[in-house]
T-cell receptor
Framework: AQTVTQSQPEMSVQEAETVTLSCTYD???????LFWYKQPPSRQMILVIR??????QNATENRFSVNFQKAAKSFSLKISDSQLGDAAMYFC??????????????FGKGTHLIIQP | GAVVSQHPSRVICKSGTSVKIECRSL??????MFWYRQFPKQSLMLMAT?????????EQGVEKDKFLINHASLTLSTLTVTSAHPEDSSFYIC??????????????FGNGTRLTVT
């Protein structure tokens, strides 16, 4: 079974600064997908960024980028120019590629991101 | 874009009663939907995979007789918490993937249902 570990229960960053959230995972599979989801107080799950394991290039979405290290099984999220609206719980998630999309997500425990004005 | 609608958003019920939660895909047909449970300040735990026209697949430790899942149509999956008890109080979230998109496309999540059993 796959596991996802987020070792930072809470992170705090000054507005406009950069913050990195860590995520490691354990799997015996070679093909899979990784995601970062944001969950604000509304509890809605919002996709931040995704990465296909077979792609070496790190994914980027505007101010959000990942550092994907497949050999180390690490998938960290970098948020640049932090904004107050970025404050939320951030979950790292894994999905197997074997099931053709029929597999659910395995989530980490989450990191609570606080943005200091 | 694709949307998943979940209803109700909040429900309070008495211990011993059953509660049904609906998850609908609004603009795509979802052959597979997923049900998650989230305790306060904790992560989402996959409970079961709902398959249209067949039995749901439950994760280890999830009681299938307690959490009944029905996926009778391509746009609707329901989760029924039977004989609810206070320990069933939690936040339940469904998700679905649009099969018309790439297999690596992300899941779409409903807004969740907060269940409180008194």
């Amino acid at each position: 079974a796959q596991t996802v570990t987020q070792s930072q229960p809470e992170m705090s960053v000054q507005e406009a600064e950069t913050v990195t959230l860590s995520c490691t995972y354990d799997t015996s599979e070679s093909d899979y997908y990784l995601f970062w989801y944001k969950q604000p107080p509304s509890r809605q799950m919002i996709l931040v960024i995704r990465q296909e394991a077979y792609k070496q290039q790190n994914a980027t979405e505007n101010r959000f980028s990942v550092n994907f290290q497949k050999a180390a099984k690490s998938f960290s999220l970098k948020i640049s120019d932090s904004q107050l609206g970025d404050a939320a719980m951030y979950f790292c998630a894994y999905r197997s590629a074997l099931g053709g999309g029929a597999d659910g997500l395995t989530f980490g425990k989450g990191t609570h991101l606080i943005i200091q004005p | 874009g694709a949307v998943v609608s979940q209803h109700p958003s909040r429900v309070i019920c008495k211990s011993g009663t059953s509660v049904k939660i609906e998850c609908r895909s609004l603009d795509f047909q979802a052959t597979t939907m997923f049900w998650y449970r989230q305790f306060p300040k904790q992560s989402l735990m996959l409970m079961a995979t709902s398959n249209e026209g067949s039995k749901a697949t439950y994760e280890q430790g999830v009681e299938k007789d307690k959490f009944l899942i029905n996926h009778a149509s391509l746009t609707l999956s329901t989760l029924t918490v039977t004989s609810a008890h206070p320990e069933d109080s939690s936040f339940y979230i469904c998700s679905a993937r649009d099969p018309g998109m790439d297999v690596n496309s992300p899941l779409h999540f409903g807004n969740g249902t907060r269940l409180t059993v008194t």
